[in-house]
């Protein structure tokens, strides 16, 4: 484990972290994960313990003891003795208890699996929001350069005669915004870097992240997204399990009103006093079989049944209840993931436009043709396309995540060596 792990740290320095290599690191450094994958392991060996109650049972044992018989004469017992037992029925709560453990196993399986699709979502998250964060960065570096440039020309223009002081002031002032917001970029791509360095347990270079496939061009059907949650969302078939257990577990309670029968064999070997033991006190070797029925426990039987049948309905209720939260999850991250794809789309419409804007306006600015305010202007669209066109890009690419989270499938992957 600790090889591989070394080697996926050695391969994500030289040739770039993609994000299938984060989510793999993440998992295998979940404390969470591993938790569950502990309980997992522990409801297996309950089952085992389980399974043993449809063995015999066998006990060794020694008596010894100071006898004061009646109409004899005092002497001491030595005996050993073997006693087997074999439960031939009680009511089938032996049988229901080994289904219910294997059941557990299914269920504490789907925690698991539920467990490691939530790092999964997480580290998702956390390495879009790195890519997104260094291109907020980008985007900040390159206004602050082109107010710089700008900034430039205004003092030239004001040297020359040509324009107001104001003009250089506001450059000024507005240059100095930029270097706050570049400030708060740099920030932010800290704070992203570190959420993905704790999930994988690893220092994380952001320019070494692999970008991510293009998703604005996924279809999802609503539909259909339902019963495919149903059919393989972790945290749906969970509910089913813990259904069949309480299913079971009302089983085992009514159990308790039938009989019991038991095959009981113990054999006794006498060191002294054997004659008076079989004689006097019964201790022979015998064979018997035992039946047993609970007549009155004050009513504890009774409402263990009904305890169980509660839980069942209670269960019950929960898996209703999840199918509604269900329709609204979907109906909230499909709204996203639509609102996030048009919103991409008319970005890079508006991106295209705002740069034409912004070349001819600086021609004409250079030209001293076109204002100062109409070149600001022309930026602030640049910027803002720019910044809209990345936050959409990043927004369904979250979306996506969260949908294939419901779904339990993957759709985010990091871009291939050549492909644009």
């Not at 005669?161 to 920030?187: D, M, P, T």
């Not at 993931?337 to 436009?353: D, G, P, R």
């Amino acid at each position: 484990m600790k090889k591989i792990l070394l080697i996926l740290c050695l391969s994500s320095f030289l040739f770039g972290l993609d994000i299938n290599e984060a989510i793999d690191m993440a998992v295998k450094n979940s404390d969470k994960v591993r938790e569950e994958g502990y309980l997992f392991r522990q409801t297996q060996s309950i089952t085992k313990s389980k399974l043993s109650n449809l063995m015999p049972k066998l006990d060794l044992g020694y008596i010894f003891s100071y006898n004061i018989p009646g109409n004899a004469s005092t002497y001491f017992l030595n005996s050993f003795n073997i006693t087997g037992k074999y439960n031939l029925y009680n009511g089938f709560k032996d049988y229901y208890g080994i289904k219910d453990s294997k059941e557990s196993e299914i269920t504490q399986n789907y925690i698991l699996q539920s467990s490691i699709a939530d790092v999964i979502l997480q580290t998702k998250i956390a390495y879009i929001s790195v890519l997104q964060a260094l291109d907020s960065l980008k985007i900040a570096q390159e206004s602050k350069k082109l107010l710089e440039a700008q900034k430039q020309k205004a003092q030239q223009f004001f040297n020359q005669g040509f324009r107001a002081k104001n003009e250089v002031l506001s450059v000024e002032v507005l240059l100095a915004n930029a270097n706050i917001a570049l400030k708060s970029a740099e920030l932010n791509l800290d704070y992203s870097k570190d959420m993905l360095s704790t999930l994988v347990s690893s220092s994380i270079n952001p320019t070494n992240l692999k970008n991510i496939n293009a998703v604005t061009d996924i279809v999802f059907d609503k539909n259909e997204i339902l019963e495919k949650i149903l059919q393989a969302n972790p945290d749906y078939l969970k509910l089913q399990s813990l259904l069949k257990s309480a299913e079971f577990q009302v089983d085992i309670a009514r159990g308790s009103f039938m009989p019991t029968v038991d095959v009981v064999a113990t054999k006794f070997w006498y060191i002294n006093g054997g004659n008076i033991a079989r004689t006097t006190y019964g201790l022979q070797s015998q064979a018997r079989i035992v039946f047993g029925w609970n007549v009155f426990d004050g009513l504890h039987t009774h409402y263990t049944y009904q305890a169980k049948k509660l839980y069942y309905l209670s269960i019950l209720s929960r898996i209703n209840q999840y199918k509604k939260d269900i329709k609204n999850d979907i109906n909230k991250v499909f709204n996203e993931f639509e609102l996030a794809k048009q919103q991409y789309s008319l970005a890079s419409v508006s991106l295209k436009q705002a740069q034409e804007n912004y070349r001819i306006t600086n021609n004409r600015y250079v030209q001293n043709i076109a204002t100062y305010t109409e070149l600001l202007n022309a930026q602030f669209l640049l910027n803002t396309a720019k910044t809209n066109i990345i936050q959409s890009k990043y927004e369904t690419a979250i979306a996506v995540s969260k949908i294939d989270r419901l779904l339990n499938t993957n759709s985010i992957h990091s871009e291939v060596l050549g492909e644009e």
